[in-house]
C-alpha cells in the first residue's frame, strides 16, 4: 500500500496491523472528484480540544464535528464527543479550556476514533490549523490499530490568508487569521470559544463564508482550492 | 457533557417567540432538528410557487427579504424572525420569495419536531396565529372573550363560581317564617325562591324581611311570594367571576341566580353573592366602590385611585379584555367624581346649590371612557339658567374650583390645557353651550376643530344628565343643517398618518423629553378615535361614545367594511393595553413607549395594530372627497 497520507513520517511500512475497522474506512474511501464544485462536496468541519500542544505528551479531551454540504448543515448530525479521561491534564490547558479535570463522563479513546474514522468518509476535512488535530487523532488512533487519515484536509486558517494573498499566503500576519479574528471578520458571535464542538460550529460558518468568497473571485471548484 | 452545537442554536431560538414560550426540553428536541443554512447576499431561500419544504426558518444573522415580485418587499426578516412557515402548515405552496437582502445564516428546524409542540402549547398557537395567520383568518390577537380563557388553570379556578353544590332555595309556597330560619341557620343574607320546577321566580333579602315584614305589615306566616322581589336576574353557568361582578355592579345588584340556560325559565344550579365575589377576589371593584361611598375626605378616594392602580395591572396581567377592564376603571372614576362634588357641596354650603340644576361632564378619553390610567383631568359642567337663583356661574365655578383641586389631590392631575369645569369657558349655560358648539361648527377656526374632537365626546357624569342630552340633541341637529363641519372633522382625523415608516420601523420621536419614543396617543390612538368619531357623526348616531363600541356598531352598519371596522376595533384595543402596560411599568400616562422595553410579540402586535389606520384614512379620503 502507498501512503499519499498527509503525514506519512507517523506511520512506517512495519504498522501493519491495522484494525477491521480502518481496513473498513481504506475500503470505502474514495478520493473526491476534484472537477466537483465546492459547494456540491461533502466536509467534515472538526476540532478537537487537547490538554496540551506537545503531540507525544498531550492526549484528547473532546472532539466536535459537523458535515457541511450545499452550505448547510445538520445539528443531529454533529458530533459532540468527550474522551474519558484519567490522567491529569497539564495546568496550560486548564487555563485554555477552562476544563477541569474530575470529569468521568465520555467515550472511551478507542471508541471515538472508531466513531471519527467512521464519520469522516470520503469528505473533505476542514478545521481552523487542522493539521494539528488531525495529528492527534492519527497519533492516538494508531494504538487502536487506525492508520493514517487518507481524506484531502483544507485549513480555514490558510484558506483566508490565501483569500486575501494569493500568491504569498504564508507573508500575512497570523494574529489576523485566528478563529476569533476571522469570526469578528464574518460577524459570526463567537461565543463558546474553545470547546471542541463549539469551535467546529463556528469554523464551519467561516468556511462557508470563505468558500463563498472565493466564489466571487471566480473559485468554483474543489481543485482550485485542495491544490495549494 | 454538554452539547456545545445544540446549545448554540438553543441559547439564540430561546429569546425568540414562538420559541420562548417552550420549555428547555423541548427547545433543545428542536434545536437539535435545525439545519444550519448559510445563504450569501442576494441568494434564494425559497422561491413563489415552490412546494413547501419540511422546515421552516428562522434568522440567526442578516437579514432575509420576502417578495411578492421581483421589486416588491412585503416585509424583511431580521434577527429571531420567523419565516415560510405559513405554507408549511397549510400546504400550499409559497406566496412569496424569500430572498438573503444581506449574507445571512438561518436555522431551518424541520416542522415535524415542532408541530406537536406547537399545537400543545397555546401560546405557541396563539403567536403563530397572529403573526402569521396559522389556524385562524383573524391577523390579530383577538383578546379573549371571557376574561379568563388565557390564564393558567389556577386562575381558572379561582375564576370560575361553584356550581357543584346543591343551590340553596325555598319552596314558593312556603312562609316567610320558614325563609328567615333557613336565613339564620346557614347564616346567608338572602335567598332564591323556586316554583315546583325548581326556575328562580323571586329573591328575599334580609332587606326584605326587615322593611317588609319587621317594619312593614307583611306577617312571618304569610307565604313567601308575597314579600319577594322579582324577577330574579340570571346568567348562564361558566361565566367568570369578573363577568358576575361586571354584571351586579351594572345593574347595582349583589346577587345573581346562576341557571341552566341563563333566563329565569330554566333550572336554578347556583346563587353567587356580592360577598361571594369578594371572598374570592380581594381586591375587587366593588370593594372599592363601597370604599368610596365610605370615604369622608379626599385622602380615602386617593387610597381608592391607588387600589385601582394596582387592580388595573391584576386585570392586564390576566389578559383580560380592556374594553372591560376600561368600563370598570371608568364606572370607579365617576363614582369618586360624584364623590368629590359631594364634598365640594358640602364645603361650599349645600343649601347653595340645591336650586341649581346642572350637569358635570366627563370630556375626551375619559368621556368616551377609555381611560385606564390617571391622567389629567378633562371635563366641563352645564348648567340650567334660572332667574330665580343668583349667580349661577360663579357658583358652579366655585363648586369646579374645589372639586378638579380635590381630584389633583387624589391624583388626576389639573389639565395643562385648562379644559376642566373651573375654567369660565367650560363652565357654561345650556344656551351658551349651544352657541359654543354653534359657532365651533359654523365658523369653526383649526383650534376649534380641536376643541370638537375633545368636547365631543362629552358624557354626563353627575346630577341633571337630562341637560347633557338637550345639548347633544341641539348638536345633531345643527350637523343635519352644515356638512362643512364634517368635512373639516374628517380633515382633522387625517392629521397624523399611519406610525410605520419603512415596514417595521416605529416612527419615533425626533425631538425633546421623549426622544426615539413612539407616542401611541398621537400617532396611533387618536387617529383611530378620531376616524370613528367622524364616521360614527356621518351615520347620525348619536349617544355612542366609545371608540370600540364605535367600530363594532360601524361594522354592524357597513358589511362590506365589516372585517376593517372588526380590526380597528382590535386594533384600539390593543392599543389602549400597550399604552396601560406601559404607563404602569413607568408610572405615567404611558403615552411614551421605548420600542426597546417591548417584547417581540408586543411590538409585532403594535404593528398590527397600526395596518387598519391607514385603511381607515383611506375611506375618510373618499368619502369626504379630501
Known amino acids: ?206 468556511f462557508m463564508k470563505i468558500v463563498k468568497q472565493f466564489e466571487l473571485k471566480g473559485v468554483f471548484y474543489l481543485k482550485d482550492i485542495l491544490k495549494n | 457533557m454538554k452539547n456545545e452545537i445544540i446549545h448554540r442554536v438553543y441559547d439564540f431560538i430561546k429569546e425568540f417567540p414562538p420559541f420562548n414560550y417552550l420549555t428547555k426540553d423541548d427547545l433543545l428536541s428542536i434545536a437539535s432538528s435545525v439545519v444550519v443554512k448559510y445563504f450569501p447576499k442576494g441568494s434564494i431561500v425559497f422561491d413563489l410557487g415552490e412546494a413547501p419544504s419540511e422546515y421552516f426558518y428562522v434568522v440567526n444573522t442578516g437579514a432575509i427579504e420576502l417578495l411578492e415580485n421581483e421589486n416588491s418587499i412585503v416585509d424583511v426578516c431580521d434577527e429571531g424572525d420567523v419565516f415560510g412557515i405559513r405554507p408549511l402548515i397549510a400546504q400550499t405552496p409559497y406566496l412569496l420569495k424569500a430572498r438573503a437582502q444581506e449574507e445571512s445564516v438561518i436555522y431551518a428546524i424541520d416542522i415535524k419536531t415542532f408541530s406537536p409542540l406547537m399545537e400543545k402549547n397555546h401560546k405557541v ?263 330665580l337663583v343668583p349667580d349661577i356661574k360663579e357658583k358652579c365655578l366655585a363648586l369646579a374650583v374645589e372639586v378638579t383641586a380635590m381630584l389633583n389631590k387624589i391624583g388626576y392631575e389639573y389639565c395643562p390645557a385648562e379644559m376642566m369645569a373651573s375654567n369660565p369657558l367650560w363652565c357654561q349655560s345650556l344656551e351658551e353651550w349651544k352657541n359654543t358648539f354653534s359657532k365651533w361648527m359654523f365658523q369653526p377656526t383649526e383650534q376649534d376643530i380641536m376643541m370638537c374632537t375633545i368636547f365631543f365626546d362629552f358624557r354626563p357624569v353627575y346630577k341633571k344628565k337630562s341637560l347633557s342630552a338637550d345639548l347633544a340633541q341641539y348638536i345633531y341637529s345643527d350637523m343635519e343643517k352644515n356638512d362643512v363641519f364634517i368635512h373639516l372633522l374628517a380633515k382633522n382625523a387625517l392629521q397624523n398618518p399611519p406610525p410605520l415608516s419603512f415596514f417595521r420601523n416605529l416612527v419615533l420621536e425626533k425631538n425633546g423629553e421623549h426622544k426615539d419614543s413612539f407616542d401611541i396617543k398621537l400617532r396611533a390612538m387618536m387617529p383611530l378615535a378620531d376616524a370613528a368619531r367622524v364616521l360614527i357623526l356621518q351615520h347620525r348616531l348619536e349617544g355612542e361614545n366609545n371608540t370600540l363600541k364605535r367600530f363594532k356598531k360601524l361594522a354592524e352598519m357597513e358589511h362590506n367594511n365589516s372585517e376593517l371596522f372588526e380590526m380597528a376595533a382590535d386594533a384600539y384595543e390593543i392599543l389602549m393595553d400597550a399604552r396601560a402596560k406601559n404607563g404602569l411599568l413607568n408610572n405615567d400616562s404611558g403615552r411614551y413607549i421605548k420600542p426597546d422595553d417591548m417584547d417581540k410579540m408586543d411590538r409585532l402586535m403594535l404593528r398590527n395594530a397600526f395596518q387598519p389606520i391607514d385603511q381607515l384614512q383611506q375611506i375618510l379620503k373618499v368619502r369626504f372627497q379630501l
Open chain 1, 1 to 206: 500500500m502507498k501512503w499519499n497520507g498527509i503525514f506519512p513520517r507517523l506511520f512506517t511500512k512495519n504498522d501493519i496491523s491495522f484494525s477491521t475497522e480502518y481496513q473498513n474506512y481504506l475500503k470505502s474511501y474514495a478520493a473526491p472528484n476534484m472537477k466537483s464544485k465546492i459547494v456540491d462536496q461533502s466536509f467534515v468541519v472538526f476540532d478537537t480540544e487537547t490538554t496540551g500542544f506537545d503531540l507525544s505528551a498531550s492526549r484528547l479531551l473532546s472532539l466536535g464535528a459537523v458535515m457541511v454540504q450545499n452550505n448547510s448543515f445538520h445539528i443531529n448530525q454533529s458530533l459532540s464527543i468527550a474522551f474519558q479521561q484519567s490522567v491529569r491534564h497539564t495546568e496550560d490547558a486548564v487555563a485554555i479550556h477552562g476544563i477541569v479535570t474530575n470529569e468521568q463522563i465520555g467515550l472511551a479513546e478507542e471508541e471515538v476514533i472508531k466513531i471519527f474514522y467512521d464519520y469522516i468518509g470520503s469528505s473533505v476535512i476542514v478545521g481552523h490549523h487542522t493539521a494539528f488535530d488531525i495529528q492527534m487523532v492519527q497519533y492516538c488512533g494508531k494504538k487502536y490499530g487506525f492508520g493514517p487519515i487518507l481524506n484531502p484536509t483544507l485549513d480555514t486558517s490558510y484558506l483566508a490568508k490565501r483569500l486575501d494573498n494569493p500568491y504569498n499566503p504564508m507573508q500575512q500576519n497570523p494574529k489576523d487569521y485566528s478563529l476569533d479574528a476571522l469570526c469578528e471578520r464574518f460577524d459570526i458571535i463567537a461565543k463558546a470559544r474553545h470547546t471542541a464542538d463549539g469551535d467546529a460550529y463556528l469554523t464551519a460558518l467561516v
Open chain 2, 125 to 387: 398557537s396563539l403567536y403563530l396565529a397572529t403573526n402569521f395567520a396559522i389556524g385562524t383568518s383573524n391577523m390579530f390577537f383577538k383578546n379573549p372573550k371571557s376574561p379568563t380563557s388565557d390564564v393558567s388553570s389556577i386562575h381558572t379556578e379561582l375564576f370560575t363560581v361553584d356550581t357543584s353544590k346543591a343551590p340553596i332555595f325555598i319552596d314558593a309556597t312556603k312562609t316567610i317564617k320558614d325563609a328567615a330560619s333557613l336565613m339564620v341557620q346557614l347564616n346567608i343574607g338572602s335567598v332564591i325562591i323556586c316554583d315546583v320546577e325548581q326556575k328562580p321566580i323571586g329573591i328575599i333579602t334580609d332587606k326584605d324581611l326587615r322593611i317588609k315584614v319587621v317594619a312593614g305589615n307583611h306577617d312571618k306566616s304569610e307565604q313567601v311570594e308575597n314579600i319577594m322581589s322579582s324577577p330574579v336576574k340570571c346568567v348562564e353557568p361558566h361565566r367568570t367571576l369578573a363577568e358576575l361582578q361586571m354584571k351586579m355592579l351594572s345593574q347595582r345588584i349583589s346577587h345573581l341566580a346562576i341557571t341552566e340556560d341563563g333566563t329565569d325559565q330554566s333550572k336554578l344550579v347556583a346563587v353567587v353573592s356580592e360577598h361571594d365575589l369578594v371572598v374570592q377576589q380581594g381586591d375587587n371593584p366593588a370593594i372599592l366602590l363601597k370604599e368610596i361611598a365610605k370615604a369622608t375626605t379626599a385622602n380615602d378616594l386617593a387610597n381608592v385611585r391607588t387600589k385601582m392602580t394596582s387592580l388595573l395591572g391584576k386585570y392586564l396581567e390576566q389578559n383580560m379584555a380592556v374594553s372591560f377592564i376600561a368600563q370598570i376603571i371608568s364606572e370607579l372614576n365617576d363614582e369618586i367624581i360624584k364623590k368629590c362634588i359631594f364634598f365640594a357641596e358640602e364645603k361650599l354650603g349645600s343649601e347653595l346649590y340645591k336650586d341649581i340644576q346642572y350637569c358635570w361632564l366627563s370630556i375626551g378619553s375619559e368621556g368616551r371612557q377609555e381611560q385606564l390610567l390617571v391622567t389629567d383631568q378633562d371635563n366641563a359642567i352645564i348648567f340650567e339658567e334660572n332667574p
